[in-house]
């Protein structure tokens, strides 16, 4: 497919409804290879999407505040295997939630003690009220807030595990922002701006987006059953901590200089935020024999799909979910990927050395429709770089 056929197909989501609008970017070790806009800001408006439309990267950001641990491990001010409560003493008082006694809460200590390494891996026995049953009703039994009001109480829900004795998905990350913090002695907003923005020339890459980069942003819009899209009123307030897990807003272009400086082992355009043994190791796989689940559950299905997993060997680094063998016409095995909760999805293939994003704004999570889109988007990227042979 050459860059033509990737504009068509991309051209042909928005015809077909599939996004509202979409910035699709591909790039390898030396530069872009492929940057697309395609469609509207709005379907109720007529603002074009552009290359350099702002995006809610929600979860793309937790490449972000991952690779700003890694400096500070590399500092030596940090370390993978140092307890979470030693930097946190707050960390310390979150307890493991066994179940429901009526409804009281029936919780316990933990057995075990999380460390920097489970936050970056997602052994530390956090979730997501998203995807687990049990901490939906916690929020709803105790008033404490999920993390889409943006309120630093999120951070009192307890463990669902014992940490390093299962992979759940959930806010490991918002207290690995902490910990970066603490640490640093700057907000995530600025570090992230100071060490990883600001170096690898990413203008637009931002927690706090100023009113020029929010004329641009794209709104987020929801699935209707008629398989429609509509604006979406959810309403995200001022938050009162940055989001290490989900806070981030940039552009197509910036998101692709931040990967290409991964595929490149952590430099670009002369300016280095890591050393390569440390992007290896992030690249690595992690997990120790903890198993990712065959099926990541939603039990707000306005927020999120039922996500599979994929039908290949998978583990998880530090911050990336990894492949671990190669996808016939796709990624390569050792490739780091992830995505964001309004359907946004990148891969880092340091293998081939490609790296790509698919973004657009849309609820709930992982859309069969858009799924299937930005797999179009990344076969069509490797017919034109060299695609892995079928196994």
């Given at each position: 497919?050459?860059?033509?056929?990737?504009?068509?197909?991309?051209?042909?989501?928005?015809?077909?409804?599939?996004?509202?609008?979409?910035?699709?970017?591909?790039?390898?070790?030396?530069?872009?290879?492929?940057?697309?806009?395609?469609?509207?800001?709005?379907?109720?408006?007529?603002?074009?999407?552009?290359?350099?439309?702002?995006?809610?990267?929600?979860?793309?950001?937790?490449?972000?505040?991952?690779?700003?641990?890694?400096?500070?491990?590399?500092?030596?001010?940090?370390?993978?295997?140092?307890?979470?409560?030693?930097?946190?003493?707050?960390?310390?008082?979150?307890?493991?939630?066994?179940?429901?006694?009526?409804?009281?809460?029936?919780?316990?200590?933990?057995?075990?003690?999380?460390?920097?390494?489970?936050?970056?891996?997602?052994?530390?026995?956090?979730?997501?009220?998203?995807?687990?049953?049990?901490?939906?009703?916690?929020?709803?039994?105790?008033?404490?807030?999920?993390?889409?009001?943006?309120?630093?109480?999120?951070?009192?829900?307890?463990?669902?595990?014992?940490?390093?004795?299962?992979?759940?998905?959930?806010?490991?990350?918002?207290?690995?922002?902490?910990?970066?913090?603490?640490?640093?002695?700057?907000?995530?907003?600025?570090?992230?701006?100071?060490?990883?923005?600001?170096?690898?020339?990413?203008?637009?890459?931002?927690?706090?987006?100023?009113?020029?980069?929010?004329?641009?942003?794209?709104?987020?819009?929801?699935?209707?059953?008629?398989?429609?899209?509509?604006?979406?009123?959810?309403?995200?307030?001022?938050?009162?901590?940055?989001?290490?897990?989900?806070?981030?807003?940039?552009?197509?272009?910036?998101?692709?200089?931040?990967?290409?400086?991964?595929?490149?082992?952590?430099?670009?355009?002369?300016?280095?935020?890591?050393?390569?043994?440390?992007?290896?190791?992030?690249?690595?796989?992690?997990?120790?024999?903890?198993?990712?689940?065959?099926?990541?559950?939603?039990?707000?299905?306005?927020?999120?799909?039922?996500?599979?997993?994929?039908?290949?060997?998978?583990?998880?680094?530090?911050?990336?979910?990894?492949?671990?063998?190669?996808?016939?016409?796709?990624?390569?095995?050792?490739?780091?990927?992830?995505?964001?909760?309004?359907?946004?999805?990148?891969?880092?293939?340091?293998?081939?050395?490609?790296?790509?994003?698919?973004?657009?704004?849309?609820l709930p999570f992982y859309d069969a429709r858009i799924v299937e889109w930005a797999a179009g988007f990344?076969?069509?990227?490797?017919?034109?770089?060299?695609?892995?042979?079928?196994?």
């Amino acid at each position: 497919m050459s860059a033509s056929g990737i504009d068509e197909l991309l051209e042909r989501a928005v015809d077909d409804r599939v996004v509202p609008g979409v910035v699709a970017v591909a790039g390898n070790r030396d530069g872009v290879l492929y940057q697309g806009a395609f469609g509207l800001l709005n379907v109720n408006g007529d603002a074009r999407a552009r290359p350099d439309t702002t995006f809610a990267l929600a979860s793309m950001t937790k490449a972000f505040t991952s690779v700003a641990a890694f400096q500070l491990i590399e500092q030596g001010r940090l370390e993978l295997e140092q307890p979470v409560a030693d930097v946190l003493p707050a960390f310390a008082d979150l307890q493991v939630l066994e179940g429901f006694d009526g409804d009281a809460p029936r919780l316990r200590p933990a057995a075990s003690r999380a460390t920097i390494r489970h936050l970056l891996t997602h052994t530390s026995g956090l979730g997501y009220w998203f995807a687990n049953a049990d901490l939906l009703r916690y929020h709803q039994l105790t008033g404490i807030p999920d993390p889409i009001s943006g309120k630093l109480a999120t951070l009192q829900m307890p463990l669902i595990a014992d940490p390093g004795t299962r992979w759940e998905y959930g806010m490991s990350t918002d207290w690995l922002g902490q910990v970066i913090e603490a640490v640093s002695g700057r907000d995530l907003a600025t570090y992230c701006e100071e060490r990883i923005f600001g170096p690898l020339g990413m203008s637009d890459a931002t927690f706090r987006p100023n009113d020029e980069q929010a004329a641009r942003m794209m709104a987020l819009h929801f699935r209707m059953p008629d398989g429609g899209l509509v604006q979406n009123s959810l309403d995200f307030p001022e938050p009162e901590f940055w989001s290490g897990g989900g806070g981030a807003f940039t552009t197509g272009p910036n998101y692709l200089r931040f990967m290409r400086a991964l595929l490149r082992g952590g430099e670009l355009d002369g300016e280095r935020i890591l050393r390569p043994e440390t992007v290896e190791l992030a690249f690595s796989d992690q997990l120790a024999g903890v198993v990712l689940p065959e099926v990541m559950r939603s039990v707000i299905p306005e927020l999120c799909n039922d996500v599979p997993s994929l039908p290949v060997a998978q583990s998880f680094g530090l911050g990336f979910h990894l492949v671990l063998e190669d996808i016939p016409g796709m990624r390569r095995a050792g490739t780091g990927d992830w995505a964001g909760l309004f359907n946004c999805y990148y891969w880092i293939d340091r293998a081939t050395g490609v790296a790509g994003a698919f973004l657009t704004q849309v609820l709930p999570f992982y859309d069969a429709r858009i799924v299937e889109w930005a797999a179009g988007f990344e076969q069509g990227v490797y017919a034109e770089v060299g695609a892995p042979l079928s196994a």
